[in-house]
């Protein structure tokens, strides 16, 4: 039982235009939602965060929007830049522990 | 200011054999997490430690696999009697404190089973 989906495993944009990357989860114990991005041979790296008190959180030209009722949250980027071409993986947390639930990740492509 | 570090980056093994993972955390850091990626999957959380502690393994296979953070030294995910199946690249990542959820990855190491 997957709790963490990211149904789109590709996604292709243009250069300049927004990324839209989106998550659905089903524990409702998550509290706490993150996405990193994972570049080939290299380990993830953090990009942004939200914690389930908010339902957006801005980083520069990252946005992650939070909808608890539809258990969804998404990653809007722009402008898109090719050099945002990578994994993007995203996780859920609960609890004081601290270890996260990933989803198996959406490849994002932005072409010049 | 180094990352995490993790060692190998590759290892190749033939079945039966141990595998040994290393992983260095951030300095200041001294909760471990590991976890296990498949070919076109996500990451799987497989273990949480603390120093000298192994806080919660619930995603760690019963059997062949055990971890550790001794007090001084890098954390060992350890693979005994490794089949294909254990085939993955494992990544280690810290975290400065408990119920910190931003963790910092390693490189991984890339496992290969003959």
């Known amino acids: 039982d997957q709790q963490v989906k990211q149904n789109s495993p590709s996604l292709s944009v243009q250069e300049g235009r927004i990324s839209i990357l989106n998550c659905d989860y089903t524990?409702?114990?998550?509290?706490?939602f993150l996405w990193y991005k994972k570049y080939p041979a290299e380990g993830p790296t953090f990009l942004i965060s939200i914690s389930s008190i908010k339902d957006k959180n801005e980083d520069g030209r990252f946005t992650v929007f939070l909808n608890k009722s539809a258990k969804h949250l998404s990653l809007h980027i722009v402008p898109s830049q090719p050099g945002d071409s990578a994994v993007y993986f995203c996780a859920a947390s609960g609890g004081m522990q601290g270890k996260s639930t990933f989803g198996d990740g959406t490849t994002l492509t932005v072409k010049p | 200011n180094a990352g995490v570090m993790q060692n190998p980056r590759h290892l190749v093994r033939r079945r039966g054999q141990e595998a040994r993972l290393r992983c260095s955390p951030m300095?200041?850091?001294?909760?471990v997490y590991w976890y296990r990626q498949l070919p076109e999957e996500g990451l799987k959380f497989m273990v949480y430690?603390?120093?000298?502690?192994?806080?919660?393994e619930s995603g760690m296979p019963k059997e062949r696999f055990s971890a550790e953070f001794p007090k001084e030294g890098p954390s060992i995910l350890r693979i005994q009697q490794v089949v294909r199946g254990d085939s993955a690249a494992y990544f280690c990542?810290?975290?400065?404190?408990?119920?910190?959820?931003?963790?910092?990855f390693g490189p991984g190491t890339r496992l290969t089973v003959l």
């Open positions: 300095k200041g850091h001294s909760h």
């Open positions: 524990n409702s114990m998550f509290d706490y």
């Open positions: 430690l603390q120093k000298e502690n192994i806080i919660d």
């Open positions: 990542a810290s975290s400065p404190w408990p119920g910190t959820y931003e963790q910092f």
